[in-house]
């Protein structure tokens, strides 16, 4: 049995000054149109303790090894209060709240380096509606903190077209894009799986943030009745089917290699940081060789997660787990 075999420490692609030099950010004098036409908006999300934030993601990169004052945290002035793609309609229990994908509220887009966040649909979709009134702020600090973890994910811009006015490769976090994988069928790498990260991490850093920072848009009463509410409730969670496959996934190289859950876990995170290719051959044979199939190919392009996560969790019966120890002890 190989043991405390880190999977996951494999340099990222370097990030040349050229490219962080063409990330814009919102110029301010558009900033200052928003802040005009909503200025709700403004209002609470300059209450958010960005100190506190910035520092959780700072602790992040730094056990990632990535010195903390290089991250691309975002802060208030690189959001802007409109979604950057058309939300679909989707009925659900909350009425109007799931008519919006989840790309719907927010969004962030690594060629300008801008978040995104729907709040005219959030302010919709709660402002009229006693019940969940109270959950606006929430809602808007959940997809904020979604959409910053995208943003402190590794992101790379390479081969920048200058006809197109784009970039041809791209890779944030564990998603990889490029125009050459559009030509053979696919636009997104990846994708889900790194949602599942993204959200999985996100939940965690929001919770901590509600326990432990300093924001005067919520009081004790109401975080705790948020924290209640939100073991209940899946309306203000994303990519359930997602962070799944990454809690099986988690599940299945801990119980092959023995290192505990918490620490494969780690190491999933720091691959988000560190801009881990999943692509890489090396990578590819070593998850084939624990889990016996091609999986990361499968991940990388899976639509139905559910499904995936089912073949998933056969691999992990006891059988298997017996398989892959006798393999290694010979
Ligand atoms: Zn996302």
Same mark, same amino acid.
């Given at each position: 049995?190989?043991?405390?075999?880190?999977?996951?420490?494999?340099?990222?692609?370097?990030?040349?000054?050229?490219?962080?030099?063409?990330?814009?950010?919102?110029?301010?004098?558009?900033?200052?149109?928003?802040?005009?036409?909503?200025?709700?908006?403004?209002?609470?999300?300059?209450?958010?303790?960005?100190?506190?934030?910035?520092?959780?993601?700072?602790?992040?990169?730094?056990?990632?090894?990535?010195?903390?004052?290089?991250?691309?945290? /975002?802060?208030?002035?690189?959001?802007?209060?409109?979604?950057?793609?058309?939300?679909?309609?989707?009925?659900?229990?909350?009425?109007?709240?799931?008519?919006?994908?989840?790309?719907?509220?927010?969004?962030?887009?690594?060629?300008?380096?801008?978040?995104?966040?729907?709040?005219?649909?959030?302010?919709?979709?709660?402002?009229?509606?006693?019940?969940?009134?109270? /959950? /606006?702020?929430?809602? /808007?600090?959940?997809? &904020?903190?979604?959409?910053?973890?995208?943003?402190?994910?590794?992101?790379?811009?390479?081969?920048?077209?200058?006809?197109?006015?784009?970039?041809?490769?791209?890779?944030?976090?564990?998603?990889?894009?490029?125009?050459?994988?559009?030509?053979?069928?696919?636009?997104?790498?990846?994708?889900?799986?790194?949602?599942?990260?993204?959200?999985?991490?996100?939940?965690?850093?929001?919770?901590?943030?509600?326990?432990?920072?300093?924001?005067?848009? &919520?009081?004790?009463?109401?975080?705790?009745?948020?924290?209640?509410?939100?073991?209940?409730?899946?309306?203000?969670?994303?990519?359930?089917?997602?962070?799944?496959?990454?809690?099986?996934?988690?599940?299945?190289?801990?119980?092959?290699?023995?290192?505990?859950?918490?620490?494969?876990?780690?190491?999933?995170?720091?691959?988000?940081?560190?801009?881990?290719?999943?692509?890489?051959?090396?990578?590819?044979?070593?998850?084939?060789?624990?889990?016996?199939?091609?999986?990361?190919?499968?991940?990388?392009?899976?639509?139905?997660?559910?499904?995936?996560?089912?073949?998933?969790?056969?691999?992990?019966?006891?059988?298997?787990?017996?398989?892959?120890?006798?393999?290694?002890?010979?």
């Amino acid at each position: 049995m190989k043991e405390g075999r880190e999977i996951f420490r494999r340099p990222g692609h370097p990030e040349s000054k050229e490219d962080l030099a063409k990330r814009e950010g919102v110029p301010l004098e558009m900033q200052q149109r928003f802040r005009e036409v909503y200025p709700e908006f403004y209002q609470i999300i300059e209450k958010f303790d960005f100190p506190y934030l910035k520092e959780r993601y700072g602790d992040i990169a730094r056990r990632s090894g990535i010195n903390p004052r290089t991250i691309n945290f /975002l802060g208030a002035n690189n959001f802007i209060p409109v979604p950057q793609r058309p939300a679909r309609q989707i009925p659900g229990r909350l009425g109007r709240m799931m008519r919006y994908t989840q790309e719907g509220r927010g969004s962030y887009d690594l060629d300008t380096n801008v978040g995104h966040i729907n709040w005219p649909m959030m302010r919709e979709m709660h402002g009229n509606k006693e019940e969940i009134q109270w /959950l /606006l702020p929430f809602h /808007l600090l959940r997809t &904020f903190i979604h959409e910053e973890t995208h943003a402190v994910s590794k992101g790379v811009c390479t081969a920048f077209d200058e006809e197109a006015g784009k970039y041809r490769e791209k890779q944030t976090g564990y998603e990889q894009w490029s125009t050459a994988d559009r030509e053979r069928g696919g636009e997104y790498f990846f994708k889900r799986f790194d949602e599942g990260v993204v959200e999985k991490l996100s939940q965690e850093i929001l919770l901590d943030y509600l326990k432990n920072a300093r924001d005067s848009n &919520f009081d004790v009463t109401s975080v705790v009745r948020f924290l209640e509410w939100h073991k209940e409730n899946p309306e203000l969670k994303s990519y359930v089917n997602e962070i799944k496959m990454v809690e099986v996934f988690t599940k299945l190289i801990s119980k092959v290699t023995s290192v505990p859950e918490e620490v494969v876990w780690q190491g999933i995170v720091r691959g988000l940081f560190e801009g881990e290719n999943l692509k890489n051959q090396e990578i590819k044979d070593l998850v084939e060789e624990i889990v016996g199939f091609d999986l990361l190919e499968e991940m990388s392009t899976v639509r139905d997660t559910e499904e995936l996560v089912q073949k998933l969790e056969k691999k992990i019966s006891p059988t298997f787990i017996d398989r892959i120890k006798l393999l290694y002890s010979r």
